[in-house]
């Protein structure tokens, strides 16, 4: 099994802890003058996102997470699960609901997604940083309205649900900034 | 910045020059290699020895060669000089980083605490920066509410529960000590002032001498300025006997941790076999006094190229 020595700790470094796989926030280095140093880390769960603090003797070896980041295609939902396929080996992958989090209401199918694999298992999928969804449904804007104050809900084609301008109507096609939830622009094209 | 070290080194020059201390330099590259187990030396190669090529060891102090000018005679001494840590890497740690160390013979380190003051004060131009001199037990008392000197492991261990993350670690009684001043005590310090932590445990002597009290100590000390270590000094251990009891419990404890054996200062140990003055020594970081002189926070800001880019 890979291990990793304190001297190697750097923000991003993927490794276990108690059975859970974590990322290093921060590592800070101390030392008295004369004496024992430690590596004092932030890290944060990989599974649930929660950050804590822990601290290791420098010399220390600490096991590495097998995480790595990749690109796969969304296939489709079985009601169960999520499933991706790497568009170079064809190899297809499964998510749960855990994995998906959030994202479940920002993709379609065909959509590329940013996939964090733990022991070669989804453990996170990102949607596109924007995406294009089809409104399904929005209250009817107010005629000659172009400003964009004010805004509205619409109800997206994936479930989501943004606020949009006045202007837009029922089965348009919008651009959306998936990290903030925000509406960004009216595309033509999907 | 690079102005801002230039003014430094010229305000410590002058302190020396008015203090009749001499400016002196050593090998920075030794056959010998520093034996503390808490510090690795970085390494390099000779090829033009005698006997073939030699492995030499890049100083983490000048404080050997230093002191075998002491026995040879040279009166008070100062240096300025790059020393080198190997597998020191943080916010305050470069694995090179400029050291300023004196000595003063027929000083004591008490009297050496003040003068490290007055350098501090007068490099930074602060004359009227505090000072507070406490001893490391009661620092420890007065912070954590027990006895360095005398507190198991166990009570060490149950001190450091508050702290995330650190329950886990499996310490010696020194290193739950370093956990506990590193974690709880150095960031509960006084902001902007001089702290000097003197009398610390026999087991952190180093190379301190100890004074056989009824509670014996190391007479060693440490200077902080806010939160952040600047100095440590000691009341130089002169005694070759001890000298090489200590070296040879740093070799077991460097075997003991999987760690090289490395070559002795022998040229040391016959210059104390020879008789070296009573003196006392302190080693200052300079580029942490840089920090403090212009608000840095990290040390990278100090330096005109960090490792990564050097």
Known sequence: MASYSTNEFRGGLKIMLDSDPYVIVEN??????????????????????????????????????????????????????????????????????????????????????????????????????????????????????????????????????????????????????????????????? | ??????????????????????????????????SDPALNSLRTRWSGAEAGPQTLYLQTSPELPMKRLLAAGSGPIFQICKVFRDGERGSLHHPEFSLLEWYRPGLGYRALMTEVAELVRHALDRPELAVRRISYRELFRTHLGLDPMHADVATLRQ?????????????????????????????????DRLTFVYDYPPSQATLARIRRDAEPVAERFELYLGGMELANGFQELTDPGEQRRRFDADLQARSARGLDRLPLDEAFLTALEAGMPEAAGVALGLDRLLMVATGSTHIDQTLAFPVERA
């Open chain 2, 1 to 34: 910045m690079l102005k801002a070290r230039a003014y430094l080194l010229g305000r410590i020059r002058e302190f020396f020059a008015a203090a009749g201390v001499m400016e002196v330099e050593t090998p920075i590259a030794s056959r010998a290699a520093a």
């Open chain 1, 28 to 190: 800070e280095f101390v030392k008295p003058g004369k004496g024992q140093a430690f590596n004092r880390v932030r890290v944060r769960n990989l599974k649930t996102g929660r950050v804590v603090e822990k601290t290791f003797k420098s010399g220390e070896s600490v096991e590495a997470a097998d995480v790595h980041e990749t690109r796969l295609q969304y296939l489709y939902n079985d009601g169960e699960l999520w499933y991706f396929m790497d568009p170079e080996s064809y190899e297809q992958l499964s998510a749960d609901a855990a994995a998906m989090g959030e994202t479940v209401s920002w993709i379609k199918e065909q959509d590329m997604c940013n996939v964090t694999l733990w022991n070669g298992s989804p453990l996170n999928v990102d949607p596109p940083n924007f995406v294009v969804l089809a409104v399904t449904e929005t209250d009817p804007g107010l005629k000659g309205d172009t400003s964009g104050g004010g805004g509205k809900p619409a109800t997206l084609e994936t479930g989501a649900v943004v606020r949009v301008p006045l202007f837009v109507q029922t089965g348009e096609l919008i651009k959306v900034d998936t990290r903030s939830g925000e509406y960004v622009a009216r595309a033509k094209d999907g």
């Open chain 2, 159 to 191: 001190a450091a529960d508050g702290l995330p993350g650190c329950r886990d670690l499996d310490l010696d009684r020194d290193g739950w000590l370093d956990l506990l001043l590193t974690h709880r005590i150095e960031p509960a310090l006084a902001r």
